[in-house]
Structure formats: C-alpha cells, structure tokens
C-alpha cells in the first residue's frame, strides 16, 4: 500500500507521483488509450482526408501532426486556418466538420480521464475499470459542459488581461519570471480545478477554481518546483518524438503520402497521451496530499490481473 508522503516536500511529491505511476501503469494507460480511442481514430482520419486532397497534399506535415496529435483544442482550431475548404466537395467539408466537432468533445474527455480515474481509485480503494470511469463522465454530463463553457466564457478575457499585465512586465528583467510563475500556476489551477470540480457535485466552477489556488498555495513554491521539474521532463519527450518524426520525414526519399501522415499522427497521439501521465498525475497526487485529510489517497487492493 502507498500513502501520500507527509510532510509535503519537492521529493515527496516526485516520488509519490513516480510511485503511482510504476503501481499502476500496467492498467491505467491500457485504460487511458481505450478510453480516447475515439480521438485517435478522429485524428487519423481527419488527417488521411487532409492529405488525399490534392491541394492540401504534403503541406504543413509537422504543424498538423503537433495540432491533432496534442488534444488541443486551440491547436485543433487553429488546424483550420490551413485547410483549403473552397476546393473541397461538400461531402469532404462536412466530414472534416464533423470530426472536428468529435476531437473537441473527446478531448475534453482526454482531459477528464486522470482526474475521473484517480478520484475513482480514491473512492474505491481500487483501480476503476473502463466502465466505470465512462460511467462516471456520463453521470456529469452537466456539469462538464458547465465546466467547458465557463472556461470558454472566461479564456478570452482571461488572456487579454494576461497580455495587458505581461508586457510591461516583459519590459524589466525581473518581470520575465513573473510571468512565467504566472503561466505555470495558471495551468495547475486549471488543471487541479477538475479534480475538485469532478470530486464534488456541491462545488461549482468559481469555488473549484478558488479551492484549487487554496491547496497549491499551501507548499506553493514545492508544488511550482515540481510541475517545472515535471513540465521541463515532459516537454523533452515530447520534443524527443517530435523531433523523431521530423528526421524520419527528412530521410525519406519517397514522398510523405496520406498512410505515413495516418502513422505519423497514431503514433504522436498515443506517446503524447502516455508522456501527459506524469504531469497529470501530479497534479492529482497535490490535489490529494492537500490538508483536506478526507482526500488522503491509497494505493491498496491492486489486483495482480487488472480488469481494463
């Protein structure tokens, strides 16, 4: 069994999350790949439609890859800026419509998995099966579109009044790391905001948002040091597939066709989803370690064979 470590220190909270990782890998990326297969799927062949269009033909690989790939939906928006509808049949635009419409959807659902898999693991001392986590995001299905569209409503000003701050800061050396603080904890707001948000039916958005800064700013400077840790570690896998990709799409002599994009982008997804574990997870292991005893998280009851 493994309890989250006291008193919070950096090597707690990188160990605790390594920990959970190692105990339960064998069943939570089969879990995770089952339960985002939609989106892979969506992507491949949002990207085979792409590339079999004659003008659109071997063009801006690498950006389609980073933008279907990452489940991001800013990047996702952004893909369309580059796809040249006015040549395209209706049928064609329809469906890249459409699938557009199914990688937004599913990758919320991307987002949601950790938060949902280790809030279930909590609750039933035990790792939850595919059904359980898909019936868990069903049962909040309210509440997640809430939860989408408040995010949605508040990005814009959000980012705006960021600009208007960072600039000036920007300017003097010393405002470079502030800004780059403020970048750091507005995400682990973000993301910590869906575990207490998912955790709890009674808080809404605002309170999950203010619960979240409550339990990072308890070990603030630990928890800002161990997502940079964590982010840097990330980032250079990431940029580790990335840049593997691109020298395979440098040395190839025959030209890229749509079935090497497809592999391009099942390949990049499923390593992004496997690489996205350990910042995720941490989250969750300061969400649960935070001075609220009732979230205090166990690892126990792992079963040998895991039911996924």
């Known amino acids: ?55 659109y033909y071997y063009n801006n690989l690498m950006e389609d890859i980073d933008a279907l790939s990452t489940f991001s939906i800013s990047s996702i928006a952004g893909l369309y800026d580059n796809i040249p509808l006015g040549n395209m049949s209706a049928v064609k635009i329809a469906m890249i419509s459409l699938l557009g419409i199914v990688l937004l959807v599913t990758g919320v659902i991307f987002l949601l998995f950790t938060p949902v898999y280790m809030i279930l693991h909590n609750r039933y001392s035990r790792v ?65 905001s869906l575990y207490v948000y998912m955790d709890d039916d009674s808080i ?62 099942f390949v990049y997804s499923v390593m992004y989803l496997i690489i996205s574990i350990l910042y995720d997870v941490m989250i969750g292991i300061m969400y649960f370690s935070s001075g609220d005893s009732k979230n205090e998280l166990h690892l126990n009851n792992i079963p040998r064979n895991f039911e996924v």
Not at 211 to 237: D, Q, Y
Request: aromatic share 10%.
């Open 1 to 55: 069994m493994l309890q989250t470590r006291s008193p919070r220190t950096f090597e707690s909270l990188i160990g605790d999350t390594t920990d959970y990782i190692s105990q339960v890998w064998k069943h939570f990326i089969p879990t995770m790949l089952r339960v985002n297969v939609i989106y892979i799927l969506s992507a491949c062949i949002m990207v085979y439609i792409l590339y079999t269009h004659k003008t």
């Open 128 to 192: 939850p099966t595919y059904d359980e986590v898909i019936s868990y995001m069903s049962s909040h299905i309210g509440r997640i579109v809430a939860y989408c569209l408040w995010t949605v409503l508040l990005y814009v000003p959000v980012i705006i009044l960021s600009i208007i701050v960072a600039i000036p800061l920007c300017i003097i050396i010393i405002g470079i790391p502030v800004v780059v603080i403020y970048v750091i904890v507005l995400k682990m707001i973000l993301s910590m």
């Open 204 to 265: 809404d958005y605002f309170n999950a948002i203010s619960l979240s800064w409550e339990k990072i700013k308890e070990k603030f400077w630990i928890n800002v040091a161990s997502c940079v840790v964590i982010g840097i570690i990330s980032s250079i896998a990431i940029k580790g597939v990335e840049m593997t990709a691109k020298i395979i799409n440098n040395i190839n002599v025959v030209a890229i066709d749509a079935y090497d994009a497809v592999a391009y982008v």
